[in-house]
C-alpha cells in the first residue's frame, strides 16, 4: 500500500502511531482534529502551507520502514 494525496488524514492516522509523529514533524497536530476525518492529506497540506509531497516523501518513507 501507498500514501496517496487523497488519503483521508484519519485513514493515515490509522496506520500507526508512526503516522502521527510524521505528521507532528512537519507542524500537523492532527490527532483529535475534527478536520482529520473529513479532509484528505493534500487538503490539510495546502491549509497550513506545506508541500503535498514532501509531507507524502516522509510518510511514505515511515510507512515503508514499519511495514
Known amino acids: 500500500m501507498k500514501i ?3 488519503m483521508k488524514i484519519c485513514e493515515i492516522l490509522s496506520l500507526g502511531d508512526e503516522m ?3 505528521f507532528k514533524k512537519h507542524g500537523l497536530l492532527c490527532t483529535g482534529c475534527p478536520g482529520a476525518v473529513q479532509e484528505t492529506l493534500a487538503e490539510a497540506a ?3 502551507g ?3 509531497e514532501i509531507l507524502l516523501h516522509d510518510l511514505n518513507r515511515q510507512w515503508n520502514e514499519e511495514a
Open 20 to 22: 502521527e509523529l510524521t
Open 50 to 52: 506545506l508541500d503535498v
Open 4 to 6: 496517496t494525496a487523497d
Open 46 to 48: 495546502k491549509g497550513h
